[in-house]
């Protein structure tokens, strides 16, 4: 019922299980949370929270949650609890996957007219002629970017993703001493920031250590835009209205 009145959770939810891509992510989910409860003690323990990833790594800032003391009762509620929350991160993250390969809700359906050409006069044909556009390869990378940046869910997360980078490169560059202020834009761009990681820099190997949290922040911050395009894509299909069955 719940499903069937809000017409975007019931989208979100076919998203996120009727295709080949959502359920294979799912299935991968599942077996590392075997993993995780059969070599607790491996490497591998962790990969429930970095498949879930940027949604997951919230539960630090949260007051409840594994760890949480004050009894048998306190400490079922707050494993219930990130269960709970890692259960809808990885909803979320199925949706946005099950976006990339979901068909068009407005697509053209079977007996669907199509629109008819409109002719235009002469002098709309010469300043077409005119206002060319610049180069194929500009208007795919610009129609490629726009997810990230038409839509109120991917700027909010792209505006959360500048903080974190602002905030780190004022405590690499002005604060005595940054900490760990690293962790906050790896977080927030997980889990393609952790995987950058691994890449090896020029900057490791050189005496040019003060390059190092610059290309730190240009990784990351490709990192966040490829999430805000994941998030922004999973929008629109969210906003498509739904084909309406002909009669």
């Known amino acids: 019922m719940l499903c069937a ?11 996120a299980t009727d295709n080949w891509l959502a359920r294979g992510y799912l299935a991968v ?6 993993v995780m409860f ?28 594994p ?20 259960l809808l991160c990885a909803f979320v993250n199925a949706a946005v996957l099950g976006a990339l390969v979901a068909r068009s ?13 409109r002719v235009s006069d002469p002098s709309e044909q010469e300043g077409t002629a005119m206002a060319l556009p610049a180069s194929p390869r500009r208007q795919r990378a610009r129609a490629l970017l726009a997810p990230a940046v038409d839509n109120w869910l991917a700027r909010g997360y ?49 005496s040019l250590t003060w390059l190092s949290p610059l290309i730190f922040s240009a990784g990351t911050a ?14 629109h299909r969210l906003r498509a209205p739904e084909p309406r069955p002909t009669t």
């Not at 009145?5 to 998203?15: D, Y």
């Not at 760890?67 to 890692?86: D, N, R, S």
């Not at 980078?165 to 920031?193: E, K, N, R």
Request: charged share 10%; glycine share 10%.
């Open 5 to 15: 009145s809000h017409p975007r959770l019931r989208r979100l939810l076919a998203l």
């Open 29 to 34: 989910l599942a077996a590392s949370v075997a």
């Open 38 to 65: 059969l070599f607790p003690e491996s490497g591998f323990a962790l990969s429930p929270l970095m498949l879930t990833a940027p949604l997951s790594f919230l539960g630090v800032v949260l007051p409840f949650g």
């Open 67 to 86: 760890g949480t003391e004050g009894g048998g009762a306190v400490e079922v509620l707050a494993i219930g609890f990130w269960a709970v929350w890692v």
């Open 105 to 117: 809700a407005t697509a053209a359906s079977p007996g669907a007219r199509e629109p008819r050409p």
């Open 158 to 206: 792209l505006a959360v993703v500048a903080a974190s980078l602002g905030f780190f490169l004022c405590a690499v560059y002005v604060l005595p001493d940054p900490g760990f202020a690293g962790i906050w834009p790896l977080m927030a761009t997980a889990p393609f920031s952790i995987l950058a990681l691994l890449v090896p820099t020029p900057a490791q190997y050189s």
């Open 222 to 235: 490709l990192c966040g835009l490829f999430n805000a395009v994941l998030l922004g894509r999973l929008a």
